[in-house]
């Protein structure tokens, strides 16, 4: 299967069963923008959900927390973002186009009489490059002026450093100690695409982990080797999970070390995560620009500092398409192509399809009360249409790990079969024991 074909059909399939349309589509789409379907919205809900357990729940020295997309003005000039989350930007006088500098179809130099148009060809009608600022702004009250001008988040990041000390004191958590946050991010994306992996409005999942300097090196090294694990027990294919190290033309204004956490996508190997060291710099900006004293007093050792950070920054969105991407394949069954979604059953929109298998009998009621009885426990789907083939094909390619059927044993015996959507093979279980049966199968992969 040739690379690009597989991301038209996993787009095609994503439309197809609801996971993720076109914003504004009846309009003709709004460029790079994604809304979320009644699957998709349960497949991100539940990364959301395994980033909050495993950062948040299951550790006692991580608080999580909600902060405002829009902050205050200032937060931005200190964060760097005012001045530094630009991208050049060249125009086409002739065909209106516009490109980034770096543009690799862009022959010679931009500005000079050489340069030479990517789209229309035309020479020396590229502009001198100029830098484009990636946030959205807004304007805050009614008036349209320079001081109400606020912006979207470009990251979640900001929205905890103003907060560590609200947080550190209402926790009374100690250094070390880390703040999580789940939330969306909007940037004015000049090169977006490939579906959901780089658009101009997304969610990140965002942990900044306090320490005392000096011990920045090993907290670093200690949350690269939980991040990475945690992306392997979404059950993605080990082979096409990487480190990259960012070299020192890479590295972010903030960053002492930066690693990103990259996928083999069909359009090769790309970022879904980055682990960062960013020393004192934020904090120490916020307290240059805010005026306030962000140190931390360790009494115990008596001694004042302002904490190092180490960042651990993930997007949803980006995990979702990975997800997508990695469990997306096709196979021949009886002649005929099976496309099937292999989703970790933890990641799973839908946990359980249920069948009659005929519509008489008395199996469509005893189907039904099963559902609803599975329905208390987790998502599951109840189907009565076409030939039960086709019913477990459907859910093959939502990616529903368990193919409940009531059949003509089910009344007498109180059993069905279950269905595994990977194998294929049915085991016939209890009426009683089948939403235990999934529900454990559910949390222990
Ligand atoms: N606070 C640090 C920070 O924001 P980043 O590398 O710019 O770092 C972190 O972004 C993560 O956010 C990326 O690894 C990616 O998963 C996600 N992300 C960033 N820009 C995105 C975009 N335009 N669309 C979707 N996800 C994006």
């Known amino acids: 299967m040739a690379d690009t074909t597989l991301m038209d059909k996993l787009v095609s399939l994503c439309k197809r069963r609801g996971f993720v349309f076109q914003s504004s589509e009846i309009y003709g789409g709004l460029g790079s923008v994604w809304d979320y379907g009644p699957l998709g919205v349960e497949l991100k809900k539940n990364v959301k959900d395994r980033w909050w357990q495993a950062m948040v729940h299951a550790r006692d020295d ?51 009489p050489d ?22 702004k807004t304007f805050m009250g009614p008036v349209e002026e320079q001081a109400a001008v606020v912006y979207l988040r470009p990251e979640t990041a900001q929205g905890i450093y103003v907060n560590y000390l609200n947080v550190l004191q209402s926790s009374r958590q100690r250094i070390p100690f880390g703040i999580a946050q789940i939330g969306k991010a909007f940037r004015n994306e000049i090169t977006p695409g490939n579906f959901i992996f780089r658009t101009r409005e997304f969610e990140q999942m965002e942990m900044q982990f306090f320490v005392k300097p000096g011990t920045d090196a090993e907290w670093f090294e200690r949350w690269r080797e939980w991040r990475m694990q945690w992306h392997r027990d979404l059950g993605l294919a080990p082979a096409r999970l990487q480190w990259h190290q960012h070299g020192p033309d890479e590295l972010a204004h903030y960053a002492r070390a930066a690693f990103d956490i990259q996928y083999q996508f069909p359009f090769g190997w790309q970022e879904i995560e980055g682990i960062h060291n960013r020393g004192d710099f934020d904090l120490g900006r916020h307290q240059e620009y805010s005026g306030k004293k962000l140190e931390y007093f360790d009494q115990a050792a008596n001694e004042r ?33 099976r496309v099937v979604l292999g989703l970790h059953p933890a990641v799973a929109p839908i946990k359980a399809g249920v069948f009659p298998l005929v519509k ?58 279950v269905r595994h959507r990977d194998s294929m093979q049915q085991d016939r279980v209890g009426v009683d024991q089948v939403a235990d049966y999934v529900a454990e199968r559910i949390a222990g992969n």
């Open 62 to 112: 991580i608080e999580g927390i909600d902060a405002a997309i829009l902050m205050h003005p200032r937060v931005w000039e200190a964060s760097g973002h005012v001045a530094g989350f630009t991208d050049p930007l060249v125009d086409c006088r002739h065909c209106k186009n516009r490109f980034r500098a770096d543009d690799p179809r862009i022959k010679g130099t931009p500005g000079q």
């Open 115 to 136: 340069a030479q148009c990517p789209v229309c060809g035309s020479k020396g009608t590229l502009t001198e490059p100029r830098l484009f600022n990636l946030m959205f």
């Open 305 to 337: 500092y302002l904490p190092f950070i180490v960042e651990t920054s993930a997007g949803a969105d980006r995990v979702a398409l990975t997800l997508l991407v990695d469990a997306y394949r096709e196979e021949q069954v009886e002649g005929e192509t």
């Open 360 to 417: 008489k009998d008395g199996m469509p009621e005893l189907a039904t009360a099963l559902y609803h009885d599975l329905k208390r426990r987790f998502p599951a789907f109840y189907d009565d249409s076409g030939a039960i083939g086709r019913r477990y094909r459907r859910m093959d390619e939502a990616g529903t790990p368990f193919g409940i059927t009531v059949d003509g044993e089910t009344a007498a015996q109180r059993t069905v079969t």
